[in-house]
T-cell receptor
Framework: GENVEQHPSTLSVQEGDSAVIKCTYS??????FPWYKQELGKGPQLIID?????GEKKDQRIAVTLNKTAKHFSLHITETQPEDSAVYFC??????????????FGQGTTLQVKP | DTGVSQNPRHKITKRGQNVTFRCDPI?????LYWYRQTLGQGPEFLTY????????KSRLLSDRFSAERPKGSFSTLEIQRTEQGDSAMYLC?????????FGPGTRLTVL
């Protein structure tokens, strides 16, 4: 089955610095890679995603890069702000499930942005 | 608000009781998922509906769990004879195709 590994588990940065979170996946048929931000007591919020036909996607201060050969994808947050503090999850669909789109999530990264 | 809604937001029950959660997806999203999330972990897939058809169930979904999506709109997840190990956040997500949009979740505590 699909396996998604996420690193680091915790990340602490100073306000204004950049943060990078990395994920690897095992199912070479995966073609869609979302990132979610989860604040305490809330459901995961989709913040950016990338499809396998592109290598990079940007949306203001966040970007995602994908290396299909190495089965890696990363989230980059620039000019971090205290409100970026949250738990971030990467995910990939398990294509072996008949294209139901069920997501396999990484273990999560707790990002702390210090003012 | 046109996002995914879930009710109740919190549920405390005694071991052995039955509980039912409701999810109202974004209208016109034909895909609906249930996930379970325990503290410090990512969400784990439970089951998937396309319209009213339940097309996949995880091995995590024991016989005590049942889900329905009558008429392909809202969905319910019922847990019978709850156990302490069922304590978790139960998340619902709806999707038009790839993107999955999550609700706020129902936090279940089994005493």
């Amino acid at each position: 089955g699909e396996n998604v590994e996420q690193h680091p588990s915790t990340l602490s940065v100073q306000e204004g610095d950049s943060a990078v979170i990395k994920c690897t996946y095992s199912d070479s048929a995966s073609n869609y890679f979302p990132w979610y931000k989860q604040e305490l007591g809330k459901g995961p919020q989709l913040i950016i995603d990338i499809r396998s036909n592109v290598g990079e996607k940007k949306d203001q201060r966040i970007a995602v890069t994908l290396n299909k050969t190495a089965k890696h994808f990363s989230l980059h947050i620039t000019e971090t702000q205290p409100e970026d503090s949250a738990v971030y999850f990467c995910a990939a669909p398990y294509q072996g499930s008949g294209n139901t789109g069920k997501l396999i999530f990484g273990q999560g990264t707790t990002l702390q942005v210090k003012p | 608000d046109t996002g995914v809604s879930q009710n109740p937001r919190h549920k405390i029950t005694k071991r052995g009781q039955n509980v039912t959660f409701r999810c109202d997806p974004i209208s016109e999203h034909n895909r609906l998922y249930w996930y379970r999330q325990t503290l410090g972990q990512g969400p784990e897939f439970l089951t998937y509906f396309q319209n009213e058809a339940q097309l996949e169930k995880s091995r995590l979904l024991s016989d005590r769990f049942s889900a329905e999506r009558p008429k392909g709109s809202f969905s319910t997840l019922e847990i019978q004879r709850t156990e302490q190990g069922d304590s978790a956040m139960y998340l619902c997500a709806s999707s038009p195709w790839n993107e999955q949009f999550f609700g706020p979740g129902t936090r279940l505590t089994v005493l």
